[in-house]
């Protein structure tokens, strides 16, 4: 059973920054791609990032040139870099795992921008 965990969320305001983290249980090589998602009550589930194994990103317009996603292949660990926050990136926010026998998620965290 692969796990995934995530951290980093909390509490900032419009205009900050946040990192958020995702280990995996086992080597993210493993994986045909490694994404963030998140979800706001009410809404659909909206992939935010993806990193392929070839390095390849892309991200959802709203975040591109804010977000970063990245990944320490050693550590296992995905990483999202958000910087300039507003209040629509308010959301719970979930990393991914996508291989060949399934999609694998963490159990989220939270990230509020509020002034």
């Known amino acids: 059973q692969v796990q995934l965990a995530e951290s980093g969320g909390g509490s900032v305001q419009p205009g900050g920054s946040l990192t958020l983290s995702c280990v995996v249980s086992r080597s993210i090589l493993t994986f045909y791609t490694m994404n963030w998602y998140r979800e706001t009550p009410g809404n659909l589930r909206e992939r935010v990032a993806t990193i392929d194994l070839g390095d390849s990103v892309d991200y959802v317009d709203s975040v591109k040139g804010r977000f970063t996603i990245f990944r320490d292949d050693s550590n296992n660990t995905l990483y999202l870099q958000m910087n300039g926050l507003n209040t629509e990136d308010t959301a719970v926010y979930f990393c991914?795992?996508?291989?060949?026998?399934?999609?694998?998620w963490g159990q989220g965290t939270q990230v509020i921008v509020s002034s």
């Open positions: 991914m795992a996508d291989g060949a026998f399934g999609q694998y």
